[in-house]
């Protein structure tokens, strides 16, 4: 793996001035496919599900793939702390502050990896100034399907080997907006009252993270989440909606931000190009 020209925050200023958001990209997108390739391995066996502490599951996939990205990441900027998901739930909770940290999703939709609907992804943002400002997201069960996207660098999806394109949230279109939503989560009732008397064509329902990556696409216009979610279920492809020309906000139109004491987030909303 290339090793990206980092200037880190023991070397000089702040990180994200000296930070190479181009040469992250690359070097974040290759430990993405390396642990993709542990993580297929896991998904084509008869693999055991186990129950972390809070009953949620989890599989060797997971735990080999932050085994393959954060020491990855350690190497890439060794003082920036790092938050995983498999990590925090042994305990192991890095303290982040305002400063720049890592979040990691090794196996983002877990139940859909168990119930093998290959609508699962691997996660991996940069939040800078608690917000994200890099992310890749890969989803190796569908066709090795990657979106990435950086602060300044725009947003891409690249579908197995083919060509990296760039890609935009659309308009808002005239005949209503399609809307995206939780295959697993959610209130039905609370989701019409959130969308009132917006007109809207077409529904459809993704799992994990895909569901920013498909509003980033311009493939739907907005993705309301009512529900708990952890700061490492977003923060990639928050990253890449927001190089799309998207933004996340909590219900009340504030910017989601990063860094809570919990790492637990709010409701929020997921937006293309839709007018509040």
Same mark, same amino acid.
């Given at each position: 793996m290339q090793m990206a020209d980092v200037t880190t925050m023991a070397d000089r200023g702040s990180p994200m001035q000296s930070l190479n958001y181009g040469a992250l990209l690359q070097d974040v997108t290759e430990l993405a496919r390396q642990a993709a390739t542990a993580v297929m391995g896991v998904y084509e066996s008869d693999f055991e599900v186990m129950q972390k502490s809070d009953e949620s599951p989890v599989t060797q996939a997971d735990l080999k793939a932050e085994a393959i990205i954060t020491p990855g990441l350690r190497a890439l900027t060794p003082d920036i702390p790092i938050v995983a998901e498999e990590a925090v739930s042994q305990g192991d909770v890095p303290t982040v502050g305002d400063a720049p940290f890592w979040l990691v999703d090794?196996?983002?939709?877990?139940?859909?990896?168990?119930s093998k609907n290959g609508e699962f992804t691997i996660n991996i943002g940069l939040v800078v100034d608690r917000q994200p400002v890099l992310g890749v997201v890969l989803a190796p069960a569908l066709d090795n399907t990657l979106y990435s996207g950086a602060k300044g660098l725009g947003a891409k999806r690249q579908i197995g080997k083919g060509l990296a394109r760039p890609?935009?949230?659309?308009?808002?279109?005239?005949?209503?907006?399609?809307v995206i939503y939780s295959r697993r989560h959610?209130?039905?009732?609370?989701?019409?009252?959130?969308?009132?008397?917006?007109?809207?064509?077409?529904?459809?329902?993704?799992? /994990? /993270?895909?569901?920013?990556c498909l509003v980033a696409a311009g493939e739907a216009d907005v993705y309301p989440r009512f529900g708990p979610t952890h700061e490492w279920d977003t923060a990639a492809a928050h990253a890449v909606l927001t190089a799309a020309g998207g933004r996340v906000e909590t219900v009340d139109g504030s910017p989601l931000l990063y860094g809570k004491a919990s790492?637990?987030?709010s409701d929020f909303v997921a937006w293309g190009n839709v007018k509040p």
């Open positions: 090794p196996v983002d939709g877990t139940k859909e990896f168990l890609i935009h949230v659309r308009p808002e279109p005239i005949d209503g907006l399609t959610g209130d039905p009732r609370q989701l019409m009252d959130f969308l009132g008397s917006r007109r809207v064509t077409e529904r459809i329902s993704a799992g /994990s /993270s895909l569901k920013f790492f637990r987030n």
